[in-house]
């Protein structure tokens, strides 16, 4: 049996393997998603973001038990797109989600920037149809909620979770890099600690500032302490309400996923073929000619553009 075949079969290793290629840019990588793709659609994707330390892992640890208890089964990526050293960090995902290793239908893994910061969305969503392909029903991403990067992640999902913590000013935080816009549900985990019940009226506050069309999805706010398990019920309840209300503008958005990652992989790729087709060097060259004011950045992109193009 293929690597692809042994996919489907929703073998572990295989998987693992599978995931290997992705994340190395390897074309036997692309070759493998091109295989299982017709395959794939089935699985409800969420992705969970927040700041450093929120709890993240705490809480997709104690989502995945409360998951399998309620019959489905998981696939989780641990996304670090912080930090290119990431042995501890993983180590720890590891370690806290040790309460599933057990579990044959629950399948985790941690991903790293390995250096290259770009394409990372790209990578989990390949690992997603993976995950997808293998016969898990629900997939869990979770990144730290730093950039953009992050962002296109989370954009990924088919459902957005942002967590917040209280005392840490992490609202403010959250609005400055633009994921408040994100959130279909807000989490204010470690809701143990002081100050849970203020930074909720605060987002809601923020929220009420926003306008939502009748019918439109309104974000909701629960608190949750993922290390007792308090409250984790109710966000699995609030996901599956998420998923039935957006079975109409769910579609949309799949849509605009799609075209987001068709488009996404098209700049990628001829931005891949502008570099073949230029000399070593020569693009580095062009930026600096642009930046000593010899040409003008319209007249170089043109210019690329033509010499990419033609046949
Ligand atoms: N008091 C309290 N502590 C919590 C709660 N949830 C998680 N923690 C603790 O917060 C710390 C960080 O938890 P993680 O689950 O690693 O957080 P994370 O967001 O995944 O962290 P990174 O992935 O490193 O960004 C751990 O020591 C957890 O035990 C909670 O509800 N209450
Ligand atoms: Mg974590």
């Not at 390897?26 to 089935?42: E, F, M, N, Q, V």
């Not at 629900?138 to 954009?155: A, C, K, L, P, S």
């Not at 204010?188 to 009748?214: I, M, P, Y």
């Not at 502008?274 to 000399?279: F, K, N």
Request: charged share 25%; glycine share 10%; no cysteine.
């Amino acid at each position: 049996m293929g690597l692809s075949d042994r996919v489907l079969a929703g073998d572990a290793r295989a998987v693992a393997r599978a995931i290997s290629l992705i994340e190395d840019e390897a074309a036997s990588g692309a070759d493998l998603i091109k295989r299982i793709y017709p395959r794939t659609g089935h699985a409800y994707l969420v992705g969970i973001t927040g700041p450093p330390g929120a709890g993240k892992s705490t809480l997709v640890d104690r989502l995945t038990g409360e998951i399998r208890r309620t019959g489905p089964t998981v696939g989780i990526i641990a996304v670090d797109p912080t930090s290119p050293f990431t042995g501890g960090a993983i180590l720890g995902d590891r370690l806290r989600m040790a309460t599933h290793a057990a579990d044959p239908d629950v399948f985790i893994r941690s991903m790293a920037t390995r250096g290259h910061l770009g394409g990372l969305a790209r990578a989990t969503s390949d690992v997603a149809l993976v995950l997808d392909a293998a016969g898990k029903d629900i997939v869990i991403i979770e990144t730290v909620g730093v950039g953009q990067d992050e962002v296109d992640i989370v954009r990924a999902a088919d459902i957005s979770i942002v967590t917040l913590v209280p005392g840490t000013g992490d609202e403010v935080q959250a609005l400055k890099a633009g994921i408040m816009e994100i959130a279909d549900i807000f989490v204010v985990n470690k809701a143990d600690r002081e100050g849970a019940e203020r930074l909720v009226q605060s987002v809601a506050a923020n929220l009420s500032l926003q306008t939502f069309g009748t019918g439109n999805w309104r974000p909701s706010i629960l608190k949750t302490e993922a290390t007792t398990g308090k409250g984790i019920a109710e966000l699995w309840q609030e996901i599956g309400r998420f998923r039935e209300h957006a079975q109409g503008t769910g579609l949309r958005r799949r849509r605009s996923r799609h075209e987001f990652r068709l488009r996404e992989l098209l700049e990628h790729r001829f931005m891949q073929h502008v570099e073949r087709t230029l000399a070593p060097g020569e693009f580095e060259r062009i930026v600096a000619s642009v930046a000593d004011r010899e040409v003008d950045p319209y007249t170089a992109a043109s210019e690329i553009m033509e010499r990419a193009l033609k046949p």
